[in-house]
């Protein structure tokens, strides 16, 4: 055969030499077959937005399996013979939803929804394949899903709901929800039958039929091989590579494929396993299955007891769409490439003694160590199988892998013990240790290995001398990614320790030492919502879900990247400058790229007919012109500096790169990328901005302690699921732009400008948008305007989505923030003078400044005549910095907090009766509010247990922290809204100037409306966001849209009801005769209002909150787990409880993420960011949320200044998430004075990774002891 067959939603497609190797499943749905709902983000099997359900069968058994697949990375001719469906496929508006769905909608486990087909489709697939899951196996299963917006634990609640096990809790959520959309089986499906029952309605093709393909195409050759005979005849065609699952790229990028390209999937000698001494494990056997054979052997062989273990470790590699297709010999392969690799399956293989066979031809085959293996030319060889070892019951293994968050990523240090005892004997006869992530070359500690055998490894004496040993042994290299070789290297010795914690006799441990053996054990997550509606105003105050929900989960939700392919479509990719800043450009050297068939053009700064800039003055908040391209000098290393455009967008991506840049000058000086740099360089006059100084309007005279110190907190990424996007096309007169933005006014005038056209020609158009935190509202503008200047220039329509690199690499962040405090004190904490000098880093610009919010926040809840602040801006060598979720508040109540934590220790007193004694007493329901929650949340008999638990375990500390917070919410800007009556049924329809990425804006607005008509919520919809519509208004933005687009309906409803009163007094009408009747008077029935905060029609008013968290610490590696939140929010009366229920729990959860694992490395020479990528960057997946998450809404709250009375819920409980960084410096203290650390103040760097965690402790390898 010369192409492939695959059905797709039910339908044969066929796929031949026109595609190529790199054209992946997810391009072919999306761009071929034209179905939008399977989304895209990292393109890496980092994110989860791509995934889709695959029924397909596989030698040597050919029994058919469900499993899910990262779509973006399946080669499209390695799904022959498979059935593949999508999110729209399984349920929609048409046909009806599928329960899980309708689940997860009801559960409101959908905000942005631009990751909610992914987690469809994962969960479809689990389900399918195995009906009988418990709570725990389905919470286990996500790894590979990530969700920015609800915090998790919603759409966890949803999914456990299927769970054989699900607690009444999770039942009771779900009572209502067969009310929630309707859903019916397709055609083929009766009711209430089990998928996986019937077969039939799954098309598989060529169940039985294996053959082989060859498909050529231009400059390539697939074959697909069946036997071994094939892939030997294929290598002998020149440069080569094997394929099986193509995960590896989700690793390694692959940057080229070479001519011939062999996929062995097929092939049956690879398939399988046998026993005979050894466990034979054939090399494409996926890793799943690879593990369902180890489970099963475990259990029913003692010799082979020890694959429990690994088990227990492969749970922790990648996620499971990845090991469904990666394969055991595509995971050693990788590493024998690149040694570097911290691949856990090699450290495990190698660990028990593993061999390894390698084929040089049919019938040729060597079987040799994996040591030898990483020595071997592996050119024209293929790895056949693995061999494990039986062991008997005197071998003991035990294995770990540190990562930086709890799933789903690389190991920093992984590790394999192996002991060996004599028989009936404590005594070693041998020893296997084995690590990875030290080097490219370090496998084995030989030395340390050898030392130990004819010892008794259970005592103080051997242990010292293996810890000293290893010591000198283990040398880690710098990898510029990864953390420090100090941290990597007691990180291995601690991890023996552990070991020998776990295995130690009981005899030969002081019990307190023992739980350091373990990795910590989180329980499986709960979480509990406390909040009153009054049934008397519904819909108002109603817990519902998004009104989107349902569309959403059926990927039907349209974004900006969702609309149906164009006629005549191009394809733009940013062109980035590589260089140091100050760098100068001069010119470009297309040539390679313009060698790749299907690119067709290239802009400069040129090329634009009107001005360079996305950021222009006479837009609202912008200061500074910032250049869309760069026309000369390089303000940051990833700065775009062209366009390049063809007809495929990775033939766009690919093709950027291969532009070269020509600088007239490179700027050799080492950029300034901190504020520290700054501060300490020539330039720091020219670079530092005074904003504001603020002096105290008096002082106290009472000093009993002066306490100082300096405060930092680090940039983060907003990491929305759906890149930066624009699609522009042309049309009659103008451009349709549908753009992934928050406002619609920047990017109407910036294209404008831009192209030099009238306004009014341009219509910018939002549906939705998938996730932004602020990062879509100014940087948004740049995209728009590169696609319109394609689209302008081309008169083609033209789709530009930045790639994760391109995104994470131009765009900017959070503000960076470092501060420098002096405080005098009573004896009782209460403030006399009050010092701060705080820096922010804005990156390369001036624009989006955000001194002025984080100074009113730094404020707090606290009495602050006695407070000095000097507040500043620093200019970096970075992208310009910008909003992002809760900005300059975030950094202010950080600061000021650890100001208390800090006053507290000095003083000896506790926390939060400083934080009490300097608080405003006037209007203040903070103090009233703490003492509630420490009373629901059992305060008091937690901290006597907490106590009790760290006097007897030495390694494992818990601690527990309040934190209190008044967040004060301000307007700005003016939002219109349009409500229209239509007279035929009644139904309404409102389009407004806000922009729908999540936070439920839509459904509280139509909530209001419905309310205030007195209409059934079914009546009311809302439509697309559009500058024809809606020209003029602010960004949606700082937690106020809702409430201010809200507003303005009301008023436009309240208009309706004036004009239609005439009429119902004459008389009792129903809603739809009335309607009929004014109709028939010719009374207009549309309606319009803008809210404008210089009307001053709304108020500013504040939040208060507090927060209790409980968090545990392995003193051994620096991991930690959330134990419990109970969080009390004052939030009115809420317009819709559910939705601000999870923008809560996503905003803390966000916030987790920041303080403890979202790290960002830049390259100190070039300014480069390193950490680029979902492999190297983490934001917080479903297994790092709190396991106990406790939501309070303060009981019979109203808000006199708010919409409704109600509040913003989006951006505040963010704030409060800084109380884990005093929490795990509370642990982190118990722990050094146990080790007999001096009792000091402890600041650890943020974020507090696993790494500044465990530095923090200062281990010293005589603190490791049994007795």
């Known amino acids: 055969m010369d192409h492939i067959v695959f059905k797709l939603n039910g339908i044969e497609h066929k796929a031949d030499g026109r595609y190529s190797p790199d054209f992946t499943l997810n391009e072919y749905i999306r761009t071929v077959a034209d179905i939008r709902d399977t989304k895209v983000m990292c393109k890496e099997g980092g994110c989860g937005a791509c995934i889709v359900s695959v029924r397909a069968s596989s030698p040597p058994t050919h029994e058919i399996k469900t499993f899910a697949v990262n779509s973006c990375m399946v080669s499209l001719f390695s799904c022959h013979g498979w059935d593949v469906r999508t999110a729209g496929y399984i349920g929609n508006s048409l046909m009806g939803y599928h329960d899980i769905q309708k689940r997860l909608a009801a559960l409101n486990g959908s905000q942005c929804g631009f990751c909610s087909p992914g987690w469809v489709m994962s969960m479809y697939s689990l389900y399918e394949s195995n009906p009988k899951l418990t709570v725990a196996e389905i919470e286990n299963a996500f790894a590979s899903n990530l969700c920015r917006c609800t915090g998790y634990r919603s759409i966890a609640d949803a999914f456990k709901s299927f769970a054989i096990d699900a607690g009444d809790d999770i039942k009771q959520k779900l009572i209502d929800v067969e009310d929630f959309g309707s859903f019916k089986c397709d055609k083929k499906c009766k009711e209430g039958q089990k998928e996986d029952e019937n077969e039939s309605m799954w098309c598989i093709i060529e169940r039985a039929e294996n053959i082989p393909i060859v498909i050529t195409g231009d400059g390539f050759k697939w074959y697909r091989a069946i036997n071994l005979n094939d892939v030997f005849s294929a290598m002998g065609n020149g440069e080569y590579k094997l394929v099986a699952g193509n995960t590896g790229q989700g690793v390694f990028r692959i940057k080229e494929y070479p001519h011939n390209i062999i996929d062995i999937s097929n092939v049956t000698e690879l398939k399988g396993f046998d026993i005979d001494v050894n466990l034979i494990l054939r090399a494409a056997l996926s890793l799943t299955e690879m593990m369902l054979i180890i489970l099963k052997l475990s259990k029913e062989n003692e010799d082979f007891s020890y694959l429990k273990e690994l088990w227990d470790h492969m749970d922790l590699v990648a996620h499971i769409p990845v090991r469904n297709i990666g394969t055991i010999g595509g995971n050693l392969i990788l590493k024998h490439a690149n040694n570097e690799f911290q691949s856990d399956l090699f450290v495990l293989l190698e660990a028990v003694g593993g061999m390894i066979t390698i084929a040089e031809g049919v019938g040729r085959y060597s079987i040799m160590s994996l040591m030898d293996f990483l020595k071997t030319d592996m050119n024209n060889k293929v790895i056949m199988n693995v061999l494990l070892p039986p062991l008997s019951k005197y071998c003991i293994l035990k294995t770990y892998k540190i990562m930086p968050c709890s799933q789903n990523s690389r190991a920093i240090v992984n590790a394999a013990f192996l002991f060996k005892f004599h028989h009936s004997s404590q005594i070693l006869y041998k020893m296997s240790i084995v690590y990875g992530g030290i080097s490219p070359h370090f496998v084995h500690a030989v030395k340390t290995e050898m030392a130990l055998i004819g010892k008794d490894p259970f005592t103080n004496e051997t242990l010292k001398i293996t810890l000293t040993s290893l010591s000198e042994e283990i040398n880690p290299e710098v990898m510029e990614t990864e953390p420090s070789v100090d941290y990597r290297k007691m990180l291995a010795l601690s991890l023996f320790y552990k070991a020998i914690l776990s295995l130690s006799p009981d005899d030969k441990i002081n019990p307190i030492y023992r739980s350091g053996g373990d990795v910590i054990k989180r329980e499986v997550s709960k979480g509990n919502q406390y909040y009153d509606t009054d049934p008397s105003i519904w819909p108002l105050n109603k817990a519902i879900p998004k009104l989107e929900a349902l569309v959403q989960c059926s990927g039907e939700a349209i974004y900006a990247n969702a609309l149906p392919k164009l006629i005549n479509e191009v394809f733009a990719a940013f062109v980035l400058a590589d260089t140091t800043p100050g760098s100068i450009i001069s010119d470009f050297d297309t040539t390679e790229a313009f ?645 000091e103040w402890l600041q650890i760097e943020n974020p507090c990774t696993v790494e500044n965690i465990f530095m923090a402790m200062e281990h010293k390898i005589e603190h490791f002891k049994l007795m």
């Open 595 to 1239: 060698k790749i068939q299907g690119v067709v053009a290239f802009y400069t700064a040129k090329d634009i007919p009107g001005k360079n800039t996305f950021t222009p003055s006479n837009v609202p908040l912008m200061t500074a012109d910032e250049e869309i391209l760069c026309s000369g000098k390089v303000l940051f290393n990833g700065q775009p500096a062209a366009i390049i455009v063809a007809n495929r967008e990775f033939t766009a991506n690919k093709a950027a790169k291969l532009v070269k840049i020509i600088y007239s000058v490179v700027n050799n000086n080492k950029p300034l990328i901190t504020i520290d740099d700054v501060l300490k360089s020539p330039d720091s006059k020219s670079r530092v901005i005074n904003n504001d100084s603020i002096k105290p309007s008096n002082l106290g005279n009472d000093v009993k302690h002066v306490v100082k110190g300096e405060f930092k907190t680090s940039d983060q990424f907003h990491y929305y699921i759906e890149p930066q996007t624009c699609v522009a096309k042309p049309i009659e007169g103008g451009l349709e732009v549908h753009s992934a933005t928050q406002w619609l006014d920047l990017a109407n005038v910036a294209i404008a400008q831009c192209l030099n056209i009238p306004v009014n020609s341009i219509n910018v158009i939002v549906r939705k948008v998938g996730g932004s935190y602020g990062g879509k509202i100014t940087r948004s503008a740049q995209i728009a305007c590169a696609a319109s200047l394609v689209a302008h220039l081309q008169r083609k329509p033209c789709r530009l989505v930045l790639s994760l690199e391109t995104n994470m690499r131009s765009i900017g962040k959070r503000l960076p923030t470092l501060c420098n405090f002096e405080a005098g004190v009573d004896g009782k904490g209460v403030i006399q003078y009050l010092k701060n000098t705080f820096y922010q880093d804005n990156g390369h610009s001036i624009n989006e400044v955000i001194v002025p919010l984080t100074v009113n926040h730094f404020f707090n809840c606290y009495d602050t005549q006695r407070w000095e602040i000097d507040a500043n801006t620093v200019l970096t060598d970075k992208p310009s910095n910008t909003w992002c979720r809760a900005p300059g508040s975030t950094e202010g109540v950080a600061m000021i907090e650890n100001i208390m934590e800090k006053i507290a220790y000095e003083i000896g007193q506790d926390p939060m009766q400083v934080r009490i004694v300097n608080m405003i007493r006037e209007d203040n329901p903070l103090i009233d509010m703490i003492d509630q929650l420490k009373k629901d949340s059992e305060y008091d008999a937690r901290m006597n247990e907490i106590e009790e638990f760290n006097k007897n375990n030495r390694w494992r500390k818990r601690a527990i922290k309040a934190m209190p917070m008044k967040y004060d919410v301000g307007y700005f800007g003016n939002y219109n809204s349009i409500v229209s009556i239509y007279h035929a049924d009644g139904s309404v329809v409102i389009m407004h100037g806000g922009i729908e990425m999540g936070q439920g804006l839509n459904t509280k607005v139509a909530q209001v409306c419905a309310y205030t008509l007195g209409i059934p919520l079914e009546k009311v919809s809302v439509q697309p966001s559009t500058s024809f519509t809606s020209p003029n208004t602010m960004t949606t933005g700082a937690s106020i849209g809702s409430e201010c687009v809200s507003y303005a309906t009301k008023k436009a409803c309240e208009i309706l009801l004036d004009r239609l009163a005439p009429i119902k007094a004459k008389g009792s009408y129903t809603w739809e005769e009335l309607i009929a009747e004014a109709f028939h008077e010719e009374i207009d029935l549309q309606a319009s209002y803008m809210y404008s905060a210089m009307k001053n029609e709304v108020k500013p008013y504040a939040v208060y909150a507090v927060c209790i968290l409980e968090v545990e610490i392995d003193i051994l590696t620096g991991n930690h787990n959330v134990k419990r939140l109970d969080l009390l929010e004052d939030v009115g009366r809420s317009l819709s409880p559910m939705i601000d229920v999870t923008q809560i729990e996503g905003a803390f959860v966000m916030g987790l993420g920041y303080w403890t694992q979202e790290n960002l490395i830049y390259d100190p020479l070039s300014g480069r960011l390193l950490t680029d990528r979902t492999w190297s960057y983490k934001p917080p997946g479903i297994k790092d949320i709190p396991a106990d998450m406790r939501i309070y809404f303060c009981k019979n709250s109203k808000n006199e200044f708010g919409v409704l009375q109600s509040k913003g819920t989006g951006e505040p409980a963010l704030c409060l998430a800084s109380v884990i960084i005093h929490a795990i410096r509370d642990a982190v203290r118990f722990a050094r004075l146990e080790a007999g650390h001096p009792d």
